[in-house]
């Protein structure tokens, strides 16, 4: 057994809420154990506001939250992955890179809440909605570890 931790990415196409929020979940629950990283297809450049929001008020840090690309994962001197998932369903369906180390991919999908409309209560409550279910996941991820992610 290695004293590293395990190095997971979440994948979605935009990169700016679902893998956001995984990242951040997966980094605060992991404590220490899990290392999380996210990315997309083809990122939007910004992390939705509405997943800062949520995460400073689930009390998770959002320094350094940037929506990138996932071609960054592939580069030499990138973290060796052990876990690949994707958080949507566009993200599952597309044509990943080949990841150094063959690591395990398993999809986990949500709804977007970046699709969600009405005030800003209205659509803060989608975010709200939508981090608890990538809480309850994460949660469980963690506890059967990474070789049973095909479980959660």
Do not use: Q
Request: aromatic share 6%.
């Amino acid at each position: 057994m290695t004293d590293s931790p395990i190095n997971v990415l979440v994948l979605c196409t935009g990169n700016s809420a679902r893998s956001v929020l995984a990242e951040c979940l997966i980094n605060d629950l992991g404590k220490g154990k899990w290392k999380a990283y996210s990315a997309g297809s083809k990122p939007t450049g910004r992390v939705n506001p509405f997943s800062i929001e949520i995460l400073k008020e689930k009390g998770h840090s959002v320094e350094g939250l940037r929506s990138k690309s996932w071609d960054e994962f592939g580069l030499p001197g990138a973290p060796k992955m052990d876990l690949v998932i994707t958080v949507c369903d566009n993200a599952a369906g597309e044509v990943c890179p080949v990841w150094p180390g063959h690591p395990s991919k398993v999809h986990i999908g949500f709804p977007d809440p970046a699709d969600a409309e009405g005030t800003h209560e209205e659509r803060l409550a989608v975010f709200r909605e939508v981090y608890g279910m990538i809480e309850a996941k994460i949660r469980r991820l963690i506890e059967l570890g990474p070789e049973r992610a095909g479980e959660v």
